[in-house]
């Protein structure tokens, strides 16, 4: 695997402020202080910090959830790995960063600026701190399962115990009731700084904080599908309070000055050269999923107008979609080894044409020609040419969408059988995620992520009325909604696609079809060996701080089971 290059700054920071926040410290801080270094600082000035601190977590994992949800898959055969085949690296961090940000890139700092903000008066800073401290335990325990909740940030303890996932879910509800009701005061003091001076998400906006906390709660209360107790109801009322449209989207920008502030999806870090997008997405967007027609046999018609803007496409354009191929799962591009030029081999010969099918990497040029079969043309320097969607040094992150609540207010209806509110929410996602795309600003003046030009109204009206999606409620199916969301997810939500296919098991059948949910998806074959046989559902804790320091709580769960990562979490159980 390609060697990635760390965010040094984001560590650094995060570590000054967690000494800063520790009793244990005060001793060192007060033989030491400086009157240009504030020993307490203001909200204000830790809360950028932790906004910058989420794709720390977030995307460094993402290189090993988007192989487990096939977002993505590996290059070549030799760029294979555990993850491909939905497995875990034993005796290291690898897949450990959403565990790092929950207990030491935004944790006690969190708390620091809840308490801080409290003393202050500084309401607004603390529904924030309150709201991104639940985000933070949602992402840790949907991902790892049992995690450390209630003893989380205790003082004078050296092992902790792991809560059971009910407890953490009641109290991520919680902290959520708890941000939206601070987020909502008017008392704040008039003399204290406000949000708008470290918020550059929202500038400060609480409305938007507030429609964020509201998603947060809708994914929470959506997460027990399975459960007896699910309530579809409390569900769309959340969804009903939170993003309404692209403006409300939550979204990470980057300033790509230099390496810690650049897209760990962009040239400059070189973290995607060895990336491919997967077959799965690639039919799709080609239609050969959701009409059931083969791309070689079906009409430019079938194809879905996005699918130039998500996806790249190879020099051969001749396979029936335009020329665009992904990856099975843990297999790699099986024309890899093929070099470009074409002047390489003879003009028609089967290298040659061969050559030309070789799958394209994540980035493109303006010409939109692939850049990035075995080689990154930018890595380390600055270079605005090469972009494609998500993957710009200088482009958002998103954490979450309006097109992404939308599906969940769908299927949420789905289940309580109110199809005409299934059917308008689910159009509604799709052509949210439609506007996402085609939007034309960003914060801090963050790249497009259309390519070339926004997608027309005539091919979005041309998409809406076509076959790839349903018009009517008697034709709509949990399977049409599930799958439509993994593509608005695509690139970016790879946590929330995780916890959906472990919702529906995998390969859970859709009643109306006869066929799984996730449609024509396959598992690797084969599996990592520890799996036998059986698919991943959990990650296992982060290693040097659990199965080094806390491995009696881990023997106690069946942490150090071989197979502990196939382990159901409670979440996706009935």
Not at 70 to 85: E, P
Not at 481 to 500: H, S
Request: glycine share 6%; aromatic share 14%; charged share 20%.
């Amino acid at each position: 695997m390609t060697i990635m290059k760390k965010n040094f700054l984001l560590l650094g920071t995060a570590a000054i402020l967690f000494l800063l926040v520790m009793t244990g410290c005060k001793k060192y801080l007060d033989i030491n202080s400086d009157p240009d270094t504030p020993q307490s600082p203001d909200a204000s000035s830790v809360f950028p910090a932790m906004l910058g601190a989420i794709p720390r977590g977030l995307q460094f994992d993402a290189r090993y959830a988007s192989k487990y949800v096939q977002n993505f898959g590996a290059a070549t055969t030799g760029t294979v790995n555990n993850m491909d085949r939905q497995g875990y690296n034993a005796g290291s961090d690898v897949n450990g960063d959403i565990w790092r940000q929950c207990y030491f890139g935004l944790g006690a700092n969190l708390d620091y600026i809840i308490k801080n903000g409290s003393e202050k008066g500084q309401w607004d800073y603390v529904g924030a701190a309150q709201v991104l401290k639940a985000m933070m335990f949602q992402y840790a325990t949907d991902y790892h399962g049992e995690i450390i909740f209630s003893e989380a940030f205790k003082e004078n303890k050296a092992f902790f115990k792991y809560d059971d996932q009910e407890q953490i879910y009641e109290g991520i509800d919680s902290i959520l009731r708890l941000g939206i009701y601070n987020l909502s005061r008017t008392d704040l003091n008039p003399t204290s700084v406000r949000l708008a001076k470290g918020d550059y998400v929202y500038s400060g906006n609480a409305s938007r904080w507030i429609k964020f906390a509201w998603g947060l709660m809708a994914r929470n209360a959506h997460r027990i599908t399975n459960k007896s107790i699910y309530n579809a109801d409390s569900v769309i009322t959340f969804c009903n309070r939170a993003l309404v449209d692209v403006s409300d989207d939550f979204l990470v920008p980057f300033d790509a000055a230099k390496n810690d502030d650049a897209n760990f999806f962009g040239t400059y870090r070189d973290n995607l050269t060895s990336f491919r997008q997967s077959d799965f997405i690639v039919r799709l967007l080609d239609g050969t999923v959701l009409t059931g027609v083969t791309a070689s046999s079906a009409t430019a018609f079938n194809r879905d107008p996005r699918m130039k803007h998500l996806l790249t496409c190879s020099e051969d354009t001749t396979n029936g979609n335009g020329g665009y191929r992904g990856v099975a799962p843990a297999t790699g591009d099986p024309n890899a080894t093929l070099t470009l030029p074409t002047n390489s081999y003879a003009v028609g010969s089967a290298n040659w044409i061969n050559a030309r099918k070789r799958i394209s990497g994540m980035w493109t040029d303006s010409s939109f020609k692939e850049i990035s079969f075995n080689a990154n043309p930018s890595a380390a320097v600055f270079n605005p040419l090469y972009k494609h969607y998500l993957f710009a040094d200088r482009c958002v992150l998103p954490i979450m969408s309006a097109s992404e609540i939308q599906f969940i207010k769908a299927e949420a209806a789905f289940r309580k059988n109110d199809l005409t509110t299934a059917l308008a929410a689910y159009t509604s996602g799709i052509n949210l995620h439609f506007d996402f795309i085609n939007r034309a600003t960003f914060p801090r003046s963050n790249v497009t992520i259309f390519n070339g030009a926004p997608i027309s109204a005539a091919d979005r009206t041309a998409y809406l009325n076509g076959n790839n999606v349903k018009r009517t409620t008697g034709t709509l199916t949990l399977s049409d909604i599930m799958l439509q969301k993994y593509i608005a997810l695509w690139g970016w939500g790879f946590f929330e696609t995780f916890v959906d296919i472990r919702r529906y098991h995998w390969t859970d059948i859709d009643a109306l079809t006869g066929q799984q949910v996730y449609r024509s998806m396959v598992l690797p074959a084969p599996l990592f060996a520890d799996n036998l046989g059986k698919p991943v559902y959990r990650v296992r804790p982060r290693y040097n701080s659990e199965y080094v320091w806390n491995r009696d709580e881990l023997l106690r769960i069946g942490g150090l089971n071989l197979d502990y990562h196939t382990y159901e979490c409670w979440f996706s159980k009935p």
